[in-house]
């Protein structure tokens, strides 16, 4: 029996004044188990970002529940890894040096990474090479690609282990060819290591080809509208996600978010 | 262009080319010096042939033999202004680090601090000067003070902004590893605001110099500022053009080395290319 790891319950998220502010979140409710890969996709503007930020407690919910490892969250969790749209790589700091932050912050790395130097570095070559940056590790930021600088950005969320990946369109900002690669290494990194992943996309095909589970979100005031199974095994090719099965989840989480914006409007 | 390619025939354009952009390079780099030696020539033309009195605009050359003349007494108030210039410099450094740190670290600081601050570098600080007077005397001390309020602000500014703008979703990533606030200042806030910093010493250095010279004019008994209000009213104006030359040279020199200290602590940021990323001053 695989536990829940992350449970939200009648979650709301109002921020900008308690009365008069922008409900973001409202009655959202949803569990991610333990190793799970969640997708979160719907409209834009619909609170999906918002979602990520009470999952990891930088912004704590208005009302409701949210509890990660059986804990409610009421302060910032410090067993998050997080990668946005945009890398933001340290530029001063060459792709090692990136990787490394998080080992140079978290606990309990941040006493044994002097020690324990050698064996940590070894891990980050390691992370490195599975997403095929070996070679650039001594590169600063500006002489990667987009590809290879969101590819660090997911080392970096994940160098220090932790049991909770929160990935907020993280490929939004690459070509097609390039995102479909980086689907590859973070499916493959996934597998590897088995964290519980948060997804939040619009690229449903993403969401299709990455996810165990998709959860459609409606109109601001987000909440979960539609929770779809994606029963593909794994490892998955990208072919798969032009078969019948995909497709047909394609198309109806497709119609599911065009009836949720005509609803809006 | 003929439509002919043959190799052989490339080759010696090819040299030439090689040649022509060397010679262009070489001009390039000289041209700092040529305008200065020009504008020199220039003026001395000028005076020779307007036939312009030396008490009025003395010629370069007059300039020049006053100041080798004089060289002693002029190498004594260069090196009394230059070391005025310098502790004052240091003082703002470390005042504007330290207070930019604080100020761009917290934002109910940054409101609070900021509109008083604006309203204080707006104060022209030769009105200050005599102020400084009554305080401490007529002196170094003044020069100093004077140098130290009139370069702190940039460096201020520069370095707070440099931390107030990290962005919001490397302080979200780190705040999910459990970082606290000193440690987001440390790792981020502080290298990040480093080209700030640097390029605003650039212009500390240059206003430092002229605070303290403005205030050896008004208030000291040495300092090149000091030696070119004694020239001007013994009517020695050669000498007096002389200091103002001295203090050019000098002016280059400090922010040369600034930009040396620039180069080498953050080549990260201009990846080989001069932005000229500056707020304020």
Known sequence: MVRDFVELDQVALRYGGDVEGTLALQDTSLTVREGEFVAVVGPSGCGKSTLMKVVSGLWPASAGTVAVNGREVTKPLDIVGMAFQNPNLLPWRTTLANVMLPLEIAEPHIRRLRREYPSYLAKVRDLLKMVGLQEFETKHPWELSGGMQQRASLCRALIHDPSLLLLDEPFGALDMFTREELWLALQDLWLARKPTVVLVTHDLREAVFLADRVLVMSNRPGRIIADHAVDIPRPRSLDETFAPKAIEIIQTLRDQISNVRKSAT | ?281
């Open chain 2, 1 to 281: 262009m003929n439509g002919k390619t043959k190799p052989a025939g490339l080759a010696a354009p090819a040299k030439e080319a090689v040649r022509r952009s060397r010679r262009r390079k070489l001009v390039r780099k000289a041209s700092p010096y040529l305008v200065i030696i020009g504008s020199f020539l220039l003026w001395e033309l000028a005076v020779w042939l307007l036939k312009i009195e030396p008490f009025v605009l003395p010629a370069p050359s007059a300039i020049f033999a006053a100041g080798w003349e004089w060289r002693g007494p002029i190498l004594l108030a260069s090196w009394q202004t230059f070391v005025t210039t310098i502790i004052g410099f240091l003082l703002a450094v470390a005042f504007g680090l330290a207070a930019g740190t604080a100020i761009g670290a917290s934002s109910a600081l940054y409101d609070a601090v900021y509109p008083a601050l604006i309203g204080f570098n707006s104060v022209p600080k030769v009105a200050v000067v005599p102020i400084l007077v009554i305080w401490c005397g007529i002196g170094t001390l003044p020069a100093i003070i004077t140098a130290f309020l009139i370069s702190f602000f940039p460096i201020l500014v520069n370095v707070a902004t440099g931390i107030a703008t990290v962005e919001p979703e490397l302080r979200d990533v780190l705040r999910a590893l459990g970082a606290k606030q000193h440690q987001i200042l440390l790792k981020v806030g502080l290298p990040r605001s480093m080209p700030y910093f640097f390029a605003s010493l650039k212009i500390a250095i240059s206003v430092a110099f002229v605070g303290s010279i403005v205030a050896e004019t008004v208030a000291s008994d040495s300092g090149i500022g000091h030696f070119m209000l004694v020239a001007s009213s013994r009517f020695q104006v050669p000498l007096a053009f002389a200091g103002l030359v001295v203090t050019g040279v000098m002016g280059i020199a400090m922010y040369v080395v600034a930009v040396m200290i620039e180069k080498r602590m953050t080549g990260w940021a201009t990846r080989g290319v001069d932005t000229g990323m500056v707020a304020g001053g």
